[in-house]
């Protein structure tokens, strides 16, 4: 759960940026300020006219400067988010199966690496090299 945690936590940044880069021109904070007609030029002439200040200085000088990240960075902080994603969610599956069941999925018993085995007659714990009918599917 933990890499799963800090895949996310280091592709987070990259895709910030890449959705700002891509979210800011798109509302009207162009490279050379304002864009005409834009829904930021319609919020700055009915709240700020021609002096502006506070969030919407900081979005203009944002759209102003930003430099998207490449594709291939893109891809890969997609690709690490997907792959934290599934790590979360796969510890949060044998987690809950473990709290359903009572007993975690594996075990050790006198030193032996044990899983537990579901038979269709029994339930039994078996090592991992164990040779019962259960793990060799004739139950």
Known sequence: MVAGA???AVAAPVLAVAGAAVALPAIGFGTGGVIGGSLAAAIQ??????????LFSVFQAAGATIVAPSVSSVLGATTATVV??????????EYEAEE???SPAS??????TTDAARCPC???VCTVDCECDCRRGRA
């Not at 002439?45 to 506070?54: I, L, M, Q």
């Not at 934290?84 to 599956?93: D, F, N, R, T, V």
């Open 6 to 8: 800090a895949l996310i």
């Open 45 to 54: 002439s009915a709240v700020y006219g021609g002096s502006t200040c506070g």
């Open 84 to 93: 934290g994603g599934k790590l979360i969610a796969g510890a949060s599956a």
């Open 100 to 102: 359903q069941d009572g």
């Open 107 to 112: 075990n050790a018993v006198d030193g032996r």
């Open 122 to 124: 029994v339930e039994c």
